[in-house]
């Protein structure tokens, strides 16, 4: 409720079958309460949240949800979790994830018993912080953006912030959820200024796997940020890129304007 954290080891995986069904993966939790307090991880440590494995039916991989005020930095490359929700609250503060497989960002429901019970999440969300997730390098190292990502800050006269996700195998959005939305605040009224810009976006499929596809189904917003009277300026529209090392591309709906004076 009032302190940093740093985390060392956190496996939460589903038991092994010897000819049924695997059990399904966990849920790991991280929060932190209080502006200005980080989460981060110990080390060469790993946060591991996958599907039991063995002879029988496999079951799911499990979560990641982290709720945090200050930024969250989790790169580590032994982590490896199949769903990935997070909210960071401080204005500017960035969100940096690193997977070693496929993830989806997506929803991780309510779990736990209270106090540990801390409500469903969807997506990631940031106050103009940047967020970068990295899934994988490897054959199967999919990224599926199933939920919103959402950058604009609310302090005045900033940029949204820049999100960057690469994956080793194809990169897929889910069409009307898997939004991202970059767009920068509005001016400060009561004198000549210049409102936020559109924070930059980067999607990318490395040549980890050769020939995969980045097929996005859901908008692309990167739009600067209104002006609020006369004297002030819009913001200025944000670049996005879309690269693919090795495959084709198809793209939906991007929208990158300068704000509206």
Do not use: C, M, W
Request: charged share 5%.
């Amino acid at each position: 409720d009032s302190g940093t954290i740093s985390v060392h080891n956190i496996t939460s995986s589903g038991g092994v079958s010897g000819g049924g069904t695997a059990g399904n993966g966990g849920t790991i939790q991280l929060k932190t309460g209080v502006a200005g307090n980080t989460i981060a991880q110990a080390g060469s440590t790993s946060l591991i949240a996958l599907a039991g494995t063995g002879a029988g039916t496999a079951g799911t991989d499990g979560n990641l949800k982290v709720i945090s005020q200050g930024a969250v930095t989790l790169t580590n490359t032994g982590n490896d979790v199949g769903t990935l929700a997070a909210s960071v609250a401080d204005n500017a503060a960035a969100f940096s994830y690193t997977d070693a497989s496929a993830l989806k960002i997506g929803t991780v429901s309510a779990d736990g018993t209270a106090p540990a019970n801390l409500g469903s999440l969807s997506g990631i969300a940031t106050k103009g912080g940047a967020v970068t997730v990295v899934a994988g390098t490897t054959t199967g190292s999919t990224l599926t953006l199933d939920q919103a990502i959402n950058t604009t800050p609310t302090t005045l006269n900033t940029a949204g912030g820049a999100v960057s996700l690469t994956a080793g195998d194809a990169i897929t959005s889910t069409a009307t959820t898997g939004t991202i939305t970059t767009t920068g605040s509005v001016s400060t009224a009561g004198a000549a200024d210049t409102a936020g810009a559109g924070g930059e976006v980067l999607i990318r499929h490395t040549t980890g796997v050769a020939n995969k596809a980045i097929t996005l189904n859901a908008a692309i917003v990167a739009s600067g940020g209104a002006s609020v009277e006369a004297a002030d300026t819009g913001g200025g529209g944000g670049v996005v890129t879309i690269l693919n090392d090795s495959g084709t591309i198809s793209v939906h709906n991007i929208t990158s304007s300068g704000g509206v004076s």
